[in-house]
């Protein structure tokens, strides 16, 4: 069951039109905005560890939902999370497992990961490419904070 929190104040009106526009790039952008918000979290573009747990489910379920309703499935942190646990995936971190996940949702080609600017804004980009929610600059976050964040998506019965 998941924790019963209250959702934040945080208004996804602007995240709703971009995401029923299909305006990918720009919903990704709001999705971190909203993200730094209801986390509680600086402007530094980051998640850090610690912070995952200030999300509250409530924020995370109404995220989640935005994505998979107006992409018709093929986004969203409960598609990344799936997909992530069908390659073998848990709780602790493997880079094995996590440079198939990157390879598998298109952030990672060739072996090299993908510079954000790279990445695919359309319904043609892989199942489950968004949303990335930009961390350390250009990069897509790490495997040790998405691993995390799986495990607050599965608490949050995402």
Known sequence: MPETEARSSADYTQLENQLRSRQWREADG?????????????NSG????????????????????LWVEYSDGRFGFSVQKDI???????????AE???????????REGGEWLLYDDLTFDLSAPVGH?????????LVWSGFEVVEF???AETCQL
């Open 84 to 94: 992530y646990r069908s390659l073998g995936g848990t709780r602790e971190y493997s």
């Open 97 to 107: 497992i996590w440079e198939a996940f990157e390879a598998r949702v298109g952030w």
């Open 130 to 138: 968004l949303p990335v929610v930009r961390v350390e600059g250009d």
């Open 30 to 42: 709001e999705t971190a905005r909203l993200m730094r918000e209801v986390g509680d979290l600086d």
């Open 46 to 65: 980051g998640v850090l560890s610690p912070e995952i747990d200030r999300f509250s489910c409530a924020d995370l379920q109404q995220l989640d939902l």
């Open 150 to 152: 799986f495990d607050r």
